[in-house]
């Protein structure tokens, strides 16, 4: 049994709590996010996860190195860091697993008991240089030189640490059995890998073959016990990798899991082979559908570099939360970058953004269509009257962009959905500018032209109310209750987003209430 056509399941990578999140791990978690509250708004059987890696090498040495037991060490990181993050950020995720739960740990054994009786796991011995700070046994090609204080050293060519040799009797899964089945799936699901960068990565690496796979240590206890033989613990990787599945039931609760299963994945495209390749390759090894597919996104550069605690350019999102909002935070994350390519951050640009944009066009725009409510028609609703090409250019703008926002999402374009939804904001800012209502309202003769001009300006920003809550949940809530919403339609996360572009949904007779500016003028800060 397969979920049905409306199920919609989608994590974030669970993230290595070793050291407090910074705005990267908050930028992929607030896009699954915004895709998870528009397929909750669109009605779908929506489910997101989240959640922290807690087992491993690096973990124990961490804990080891502060005096306290692993187990200690990430219950106070997630507790201090990682679940307050979700609260900065403003996310709604469904469930949040951790690696060391019960549920977890139980289900994972199960899982790689089945591959193993199927004939896919067998015992051998492996010499091979491994990053801790990977948790991976590196491949050739990132695998460098030392230079300065490692010079004469093989180091890690994404952490520019040396790697160390380790010797071990292991356990393999047959990866290397699985080529052709994965060329197979990326050519008849072609977006099963996206973008195609990232597709085109992984079919050239599944292409120049793969190796077995070790996927268990015996230098160390702070894992999960392999089921058949508990002097080893399962790989961390493979422990991290199995929480998708082990989250929703898998082994315990067939009809949530059926219900739930497949994923999307989002990760980040340095993980993106993990995910792409050995993920759905044990998943059929133990005769299970494979996910719907895996985005990945690009880096966040902070001074062209990619963000790194250890090279001082890790930024905590509190640092522009506090400042500017956590609406501004995911907008500004989701809309400046093309979701799926590197991006670039600079407090500049985002305090630039805020105004431009936040302050002074949409937030704006809701301010002065709610002040002109309320002072030439007492704080309620007008009728409006005879429509002309005018308002019907507006009306099909806001069609056209809650269309193309839809499409957009499913692309998983965040920050096209967001390109498009704007141009009823730009639209309706003109909107206003060219047919002037506060000159309007000095011509009793006009009256029924001024109604027209604030209804169709008032629905606009219903429409955006609906169209922008899964990006900027806090803002578009108070904008909703301004309209008078709340009282004549109902809740903003139950009103359907696919169809938010239908016109007339706003009652003339609304009572519109005050509007504090949604995005306050900031000072620069940094």
């Known amino acids: 049994m397969t979920s049905g056509p409306s199920s919609f399941y989608i994590t974030t990578p669970i993230y290595y709590p070793s050291d407090v999140p910074h705005i990267g791990h908050g930028y992929t978690t607030v896009a699954v996010d915004t895709l998870a509250r528009w397929h909750r708004q669109a009605g779908d059987d929506t489910w997101m996860l989240t959640g922290t890696d807690e087992h491993g090498q690096k973990m124990m040495r961490a804990a080891s190195a502060n005096g306290v037991t692993p187990q200690e060490w990430v219950d106070k990181l997630v507790t ?70 490692f010079e004469g050293l093989k180091v890690c060519a994404i952490h520019s640490k040396p790697l160390e040799l380790l010797q071990e009797k292991n356990y393999f899964f047959k990866l290397s059995e699985f080529q052709d089945k994965l060329l197979d799936l990326y050519a008849s699901v072609p977006d099963f890998v996206r973008p195609e960068s990232a597709r085109n990565e992984v079919v050239s690496f599944v292409k120049n073959g793969l190796k077995d796979l070790s996927i268990s240590r015996s230098a160390f206890d702070w894992g999960i016990p392999l089921p058949w033989d508990e002097s080893h613990v399962i790989y961390v990787w493979v422990d991290a990798l199995l929480n998708y599945a082990t989250a929703i039931g898998y082994g315990t609760d067939p009809a949530e899991f059926a219900r739930r299963w497949p994923a999307y994945h989002v990760v980040g495209k340095d993980i993106l082979r993990f995910h792409a390749v050995i993920w759905p390759a044990m998943l059929m090894a133990a005769g299970v559908e494979v996910p719907r597919g895996v985005f990945a996104h690009g880096w966040l550069l902070v001074g062209g570099e990619k963000m790194s605690k250890s090279k001082l350019t890790g930024i905590a999102p509190t640092e522009i939360t506090d400042v500017f909002g956590s609406d501004a935070y995911r907008f500004y994350f989701l809309s400046a970058i093309a979701f799926g390519q590197d991006g670039s951050f600079s407090w500049e640009d985002l305090s630039a953004r805020y105004q431009a944009e936040l302050a002074n066009g949409f937030g704006n725009l809701a301010s002065r269509t709610t002040a002109m409510v309320e002072r030439y028609f007492e704080g309620v609703v007008p009728p409006a009257g005879a429509y002309t090409d005018g308002d019907l250019h507006i009306q099909k703008t806001v069609a056209d962009a809650a269309a193309r926002a839809d499409e957009a999402i499913e692309r998983f374009r965040i920050d096209e959905a967001i390109t498009s939804v704007w141009t009823i904001v730009d639209a309706l800012n003109l909107y206003i500018t060219e047919n002037e209502p506060w000159a309007l309202a000095k011509d009793d003769a006009q009256r ?48 359907p987003i696919r169809e938010a572009g239908a016109w007339g949904v706003l009652r003339p007779g609304t009572s519109v209430n005050g509007l504090a500016p949604l995005f306050p003028r900031v000072e620069q800060t940094a």
């Open 80 to 149: 201090e860091a990682w679940f307050p993050l979700l609260e900065t950020l403003d996310v709604a995720n469904d469930d949040f697993i951790r690696t060391t739960q019960p549920r977890h740990e139980e289900r994972v054994q199960q899982f790689v008991q089945a591959i193993y009786d199927r004939g896919y796991i067998y015992a051998g011995e492996y010499e091979a240089l491994y990053c801790v700070g990977c948790e991976e046994f590196k491949p050739e090609s990132e695998i460098v030189d030392g230079t300065g204080a």
């Open 448 to 495: 029924e032209r001024l109604g027209t001009v604030l209804y169709t300006a008032a629905e606009g920003l219903r429409a955006l109310a609906v169209l922008l809550s899964p990006v900027m949940p806090e803002s578009t809530e108070k904008l909703w209750i301004a309209l008078g919403a709340a009282e004549t339609i109902g809740r903003l996360q139950d009103q």
